[in-house]
C-alpha cells in the first residue's frame, strides 16, 4: 500500500540558510499534518491543512511557513535557520479530519551546523 | 492544555513475557487516541486507531483499551518477541485542540532473547 512520502531523508543546513521540505500524502488523503521531533523529545504539532487551506496552527516559528498544494502535496519552508530547528521533522496525512487515523511519513532529518 | 503521560518511562522483559504499556491524558474530551511504535531515528507506525466512542481495539497479539472518563488507555503485548523492542507512543486528538495529535513521552521497550 502506498505510504506518506518526504522528501529529502536527510538535510543539512548551515545557520540562517533555508530549508524547504516536501510532502505527499496518501493518494485520496486530503489533510496533511506537520510535526518536529527533537532529540529525545516527542512528536510537537507545528501545522495542519485540510483541502489546501490552513486548518490548525501549533507551535511553528513565525521563520517557518507551509502551504498545501492542488495535488494535496504540501511543503513546510524555513527560514533563518538555527542551531535549534535540528530535528526529525514528520509529515502525516489522513481522509479527513479529527476522526480518521494519521499515517506518517518516514520523516526529515535536518542537521543545521 | 491536554497532557499526556506513559509509564513506565523504559522496559526490559523477557521474551514470550505478556506485558501492558500504559497511557494517561488529562483532558478526557478526545475524539480517539492512537498507538504508535517507533524504531530509533525512524519514522511512527501506527499500531491502533481506538474511537472514544470504542473500549478496546486488537490487532495481532496487540491490544489496546481505553477508558475515556479516567483519562486511561492501556496497550497490551501478548508473547513479546524481541523485534518488539522499539518505542511506543500514545497520542491523543482531543476535542479542543482540532485534529492535532498531543503525545506522550514514549515507553522504551527492549525484549532479550
Known amino acids: 500500500a502506498a505510504g506518506v512520502i518526504q522528501s529529502p531523508r536527510h538535510l543539512i543546513k548551515e545557520k540562517r540558510e533555508t530549508a524547504t521540505l516536501k510532502c505527499y500524502p496518501i493518494?485520496?488523503?486530503?489533510?496533511v499534518y506537520w510535526y518536529q521531533q527533537g532529540p529525545g523529545q516527542d512528536p510537537q504539532f507545528l501545522i495542519s491543512?485540510?483541502?489546501?487551506?490552513?486548518?490548525d496552527k501549533g507551535s511553528i516559528p513565525d521563520r517557518f511557513s507551509a502551504q498545501q498544494f492542488s495535488d494535496y502535496h504540501s511543503e513546510l519552508n524555513m527560514s533563518s535557520l538555527e542551531l535549534g530547528d535540528s530535528a526529525l521533522y514528520f509529515c502525516?496525512?489522513?481522509?479527513?479530519?479529527?476522526?480518521?487515523?494519521?499515517?506518517f511519513g518516514p520523516g526529515t532529518r535536518l542537521t543545521v551546523t | 492544555k491536554q497532557e499526556v503521560t506513559q509509564i513506565p518511562a523504559a522496559l526490559s522483559v523477557p521474551e514470550g513475557e505478556n506485558l501492558v504499556l500504559n497511557c494517561s491524558f488529562t483532558d478526557s474530551a478526545i475524539y480517539n487516541l492512537q498507538w504508535f511504535r517507533q524504531d530509533p531515528g525512524k519514522g511512527l507506525t501506527s499500531l491502533l486507531l481506538?474511537?472514544?466512542?470504542?473500549r478496546e481495539q486488537t490487532s495481532g497479539r496487540l491490544n489496546a483499551s481505553l477508558d475515556k472518563s479516567s483519562g486511561r488507555s492501556t496497550l497490551y503485548i501478548a508473547a513479546s518477541q524481541p523485534g518488539d523492542s522499539a518505542t511506543y507512543l500514545c497520542a491523543v486528538n482531543g476535542e479542543t485542540s482540532g485534529s492535532r495529535l498531543t503525545f506522550g513521552e514514549g515507553t522504551q521497550l527492549t525484549v532479550n532473547p
Open positions: 502525516a496525512s489522513s481522509l479527513g479530519q479529527v476522526l480518521y487515523e494519521q499515517y
Open positions: 481506538i474511537q472514544s466512542s470504542q
Open positions: 491543512f485540510y483541502e489546501k487551506m490552513q486548518s
Open positions: 493518494p485520496r488523503h486530503d489533510t
